[in-house]
């Protein structure tokens, strides 16, 4: 089963820049697709950027990063990454990181991390 980790997150001033990795312990060409969602206090979960690994590597962003925000994956580390600049307070929230990956009934299952926290300050 795929297990996902999040790190990279933490505490930055608006304006300012941080590198959030997803490692997966499944190799990532195995997996069909993976995302960056967040979630804020109050709010509902949002995709954030995602990167279709199947059929190579075409990405998608919320409106709300397009220009700030940029995934890719990283075949050395197993990673997706999300590279994050000029941070704005409306970024603050938990981030996680989703993979789907097909079973041997060819069904796209779902995983989750655990998140890893992004807070801005003004």
């Known amino acids: 089963q795929e297990q996902l980790v999040e790190s990279g997150g933490g505490l930055v001033q608006a304006g300012g820049s941080l590198r959030l990795s997803c490692a997966a312990s499944e190799p990532i060409d195995s997996i069909n697709d993976m995302g960056w969602y967040r979630q804020a206090p109050g709010k509902q979960r949002e995709l954030v950027a995602g990167i279709i690994i199947v059929s190579g590597g075409s990405t998608n962003y919320a409106e709300s990063v397009k220009g700030r925000f940029t995934i890719s994956t990283d075949n050395a580390k197993n990673t997706v990454d999300l590279q994050m600049n000029n941070l704005k307070p409306e970024d603050t929230a938990v981030y996680y990181c989703?993979?789907?990956?097909?079973?041997?009934?060819?069904?796209?299952?779902?995983?989750w991390g655990q998140g890893t926290q992004v807070t801005v300050s003004s």
């Open positions: 989703n993979a789907h990956i097909y079973d041997r009934s060819w069904a796209l299952n779902s995983f």
